[in-house]
């Protein structure tokens, strides 16, 4: 498996809880994409296969590209690459910019998945979060997309928004049952520094959630998902059968993948790299052939605590042959003697050496994972 991430860095405006990198300035689309073509050719040879299982237009906000554009990266990757006839390939979009228009001008490109960022389906909360669109201009465009075609359709939503109380989130979640989507991740809503948010919890302006409402509303989440068929198949990401997202899937596997674009990551089992995060620095870094990215070599005890900080996220859990096989009986052992109590208490079982966080376990993942990462 093999997949490429594309970074389109675009936004028409910042949503108050956001720290991705984006910019608002759409004059730059057009040479950004020269860069990412540029890129795609400098860096053919980093996956050590021609072949491609997924590709994953990411933002900021694939969906304000026009289809030329879209066009020309594929075109792009096309030149470099045998796109597998059974691709996954997908983009990332904002509900108003879902358009009959739009989707007639995106028919002859192959995308055949669609992520939708809806958020939340109740007006107050989208207004308070500064999203371009409302919750029935959000239901339409699902409706759109089944209408043009999209048959493995995945929203975005987050919880414990301010103000949000259980009684509005169940009516949030039965409103994502009704649409009929095949995917849905559904994120807690986390404060990032800098952000407009972050600025108004300073002020007291909002008020966070509480810690047992916030679990309350996962619970409620994972039981309404659960029982309309919805598998849990990491910590945020819920499917139905058969429509697991194949590209975030091979990122949880630790597979190889290249990321283009401004901000975007690349890994490749020995190292990571990351591009600058400026539109314009990596325009002109590309241009004049200098390096545009910085890039660490990985250490033993870096791969082990990439593969058990993802895998601790997913059903699938930790797999202990893996860990002996890949890093070494000590590190096998190290993660068993620290996650012991976790599994005295619960909090994750021990299936035949693979180590899978339960239900209750959810709620204290990040001290879990503090306990079995090594320093
Ligand atoms: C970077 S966004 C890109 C998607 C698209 N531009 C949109 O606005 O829907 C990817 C997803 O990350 C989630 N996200 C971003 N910031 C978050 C935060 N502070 N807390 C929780 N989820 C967040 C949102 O659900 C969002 O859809
Ligand atoms: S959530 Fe999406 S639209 Fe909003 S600022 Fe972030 S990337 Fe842009």
């Not at 057009?30 to 072949?51: F, G, M, N, W």
């Not at 594929?74 to 690459?81: A, Q, R, T």
């Not at 003697?337 to 993942?365: C, H, M, P, Q």
Request: net charge negative; aromatic share 12%; charged share 25%.
């Amino acid at each position: 498996m093999a997949g490429i991430y594309i970074h389109i860095p675009f936004c028409k405006k910042r949503c108050s809880y956001c720290d991705f990198y984006t910019e608002v300035a759409p004059q730059l689309v057009p040479a950004l994409v020269d860069s990412i073509i540029k890129e795609l050719q400098l860096r053919q040879d980093y996956l050590k296969t021609k072949t491609i299982n997924t590709i994953y237009f990411g933002g900021g906000t694939p969906s304000i590209l026009p289809a030329q554009e879209f066009q020309k990266i594929f075109d792009g990757i096309n030149e470099l690459y045998l796109i597998d006839e059974n691709a996954e390939i997908t983009f990332e979009a904002n509900p108003d910019d879902l358009t009959p228009d739009f989707f007639n001008s995106i028919s002859t490109l192959p995308f055949n998945r669609i992520s939708i960022g809806i958020q939340s389906f109740d007006d107050e909360d989208l207004k308070r979060i500064n999203r371009r669109h409302t919750s029935k201009e959000a239901i339409a465009a699902v409706k759109l997309a089944q209408q043009s075609g999209f048959t493995n359709i995945s929203i975005d939503l987050i919880y414990g928004l301010p103000f949000q109380t259980i009684e509005r989130w169940k009516k949030q979640l039965n409103t994502a049952i009704s649409l009929n989507v095949q995917h849905i991740s559904i994120y807690g809503l986390t404060y990032e520094e800098g952000t407009k948010l972050w600025k108004q919890r300073e002020k007291k302006e909002v008020t966070p959630v509480d810690d047992e409402t916030m679990n309350e509303m996962y619970s409620l989440m994972l039981k309404t998902l659960n029982e309309n068929g919805f598998e849990r198949y990491e910590i945020s990401n819920f499917s139905l059968p058969g429509f697991r997202s194949r590209h975030n899937t091979s990122y949880w596997r630790q597979e190889a993948y290249i990321g283009i674009g401004p901000s975007a990551h690349s890994y490749d089992i020995e190292s990571r790299q990351w591009n600058v995060s400026s539109i314009t620095q990596y325009i002109k870094l590309l241009n004049s052939n200098k390096t545009y990215f910085e890039k660490e070599e990985l250490s033993v005890t870096d791969k082990y605590n990439d593969y058990v900080m993802v895998s601790l996220r997913t059903a699938d859990g930790i797999n202990l042959e893996k860990v002996e096989a890949e890093f070494g009986v000590e590190f096998a052992n190290y993660c068993l003697e620290n996650i012991k109590t976790f599994i005295e208490t619960k909090k994750v079982e021990n299936s035949n050496r693979y180590l899978r966080i339960t239900a209750d376990g959810i709620k204290i993942s990040n001290l879990i994972l503090i306990e079995i990462m090594k320093v």
